[in-house]
């Protein structure tokens, strides 16, 4: 077989040597005499990992097991196969920390684009200004009633005490009322606040009328055969609208005196407004 290059292929020319083939090439699979070419080929320049593997399709793993041998053959010097996987350890790492900032710009966007921003951009002209000491409270309640809170329901209760105007202790009862129907979905939550500003409801004997009302209706319907609810704020499956007139305890009120601090003037004031809508019940 007569072997023929193109014209010009031979311009440059990379020399191998003779005991590259007479002792290494038998025992070198095809990956590590590419490699081995490539470093030949490119031994003066500072070469990446990343860089050869990229140029000879081959993976990192490759890369390394091919320099690995290379190394205990003793045609490359000590240390060759140890280096390239800092160098490779130090660029995943730098790749993994680029990710997670990726992540965590995106989730930053999904919480200031949440779902009720467009109502709040419609209200945005009569916001009023947020008393840290009645909003501390409000937090309080909160987390001690809700499963988990969440960056999204604390923007839902900025918009309903900034846009909705809704007071501190509206808003507290609102939470519990919402948290004995076992019903702290966001979307169920902005839903049920935005029908009660429409409804007019400003404060919380007007809020306790509405809930009552609802309750004493869906009581009729049930016993009446009706399944539905017919189109109402609550969903039918509120625990305070059952046929036996049972009310599901409050966790919060339940906690033991040594779990919470009484220290906080906001906290005590949440507990004593929270305390009195149970009595009103």
């Known amino acids: 077989m007569e072997i023929q290059f193109q014209e010009g292929i031979q311009a440059e020319i990379t020399c191998v040597p003779n005991a590259f083939i007479d002792e290494y090439v038998a025992e070198a699979n095809g990956d590590y005499v590419k490699v081995y070419l490539y470093l030949l080929r490119h031994q003066k320049?500072?070469?990446?990992?990343?860089?050869?593997?990229?140029?000879?399709?081959?993976?990192?793993?490759?890369?390394?097991?091919?320099?690995?041998?290379?190394?205990?053959k003793g045609v490359l010097k000590e240390g060759t196969a140890r280096a390239l996987e800092r160098e490779l350890q130090s660029e995943e790492a730098a790749l993994l920390s680029e990710?997670?900032?990726?992540?965590?710009?995106?989730?930053?966007?999904?919480?200031?684009?949440?779902?009720?921003?467009?109502?709040?951009?419609?209200?945005?002209?009569?916001?009023?200004?947020?008393?840290?000491?009645?909003?501390?409270?409000?937090?309080?309640?909160?987390?001690?009633?809700?499963?988990?809170?969440?960056?999204?329901?604390?923007?839902?209760?900025?918009?309903?005490?900034?846009?909705?105007?809704?007071?501190?202790?509206?808003?507290?009862?609102?939470?519990?009322?919402?948290?004995?129907?076992?019903k702290t979905n966001c979307r169920y939550m902005q839903k049920v606040a935005v029908d009660w500003h429409e409804l007019g409801i400003r404060d919380v004997r007007a809020a306790r009328e509405h809930v009552k009302n609802?309750?004493?209706?869906?009581?009729?319907?049930?016993?009446?055969?009706?399944?539905?609810?017919?189109?109402?704020?609550?969903?039918?499956?509120?625990?305070?609208?059952?046929?036996?007139g049972e009310k599901k305890g409050n966790r919060f009120l339940n906690f033991s005196q040594e779990e919470v601090d009484y220290d906080s003037l906001a906290k005590q004031k949440a507990l004593e407004r929270l305390g009195q809508f149970h009595t009103a019940k």
């Not at 990229?54 to 390394?64: F, G, I, P, S, W």
């Not at 997670?100 to 951009?121: A, C, G, I, P, V």
């Not at 923007?155 to 202790?169: G, K, T, V």
Request: proline share 1%; hydrophobic share 30%; with cysteine.
């Open 99 to 182: 990710e997670k900032l990726s992540q965590k710009e995106r989730l930053s966007r999904m919480d200031r684009t949440s779902f009720f921003d467009e109502q709040k951009q419609e209200m945005d002209g009569k916001k009023r200004e947020i008393d840290e000491e009645e909003f501390g409270g409000i937090l309080f309640v909160a987390k001690h009633l809700m499963p988990v809170v969440t960056p999204s329901h604390v923007q839902l209760f900025e918009y309903m005490y900034q846009s909705l105007e809704m007071d501190a202790e509206l808003i507290e009862f609102f939470l519990d009322y919402c948290c004995s129907l076992q």
């Open 214 to 244: 609802f309750d004493m209706a869906k009581g009729m319907k049930s016993g009446s055969g009706e399944g539905k609810s017919g189109g109402n704020t609550f969903s039918s499956k509120g625990k305070s609208g059952s046929s036996s």
């Open 45 to 72: 320049e500072k070469l990446k990992g990343k860089e050869i593997g990229e140029a000879l399709c081959l993976t990192d793993q490759d890369v390394k097991r091919a320099i690995l041998f290379w190394e205990k």
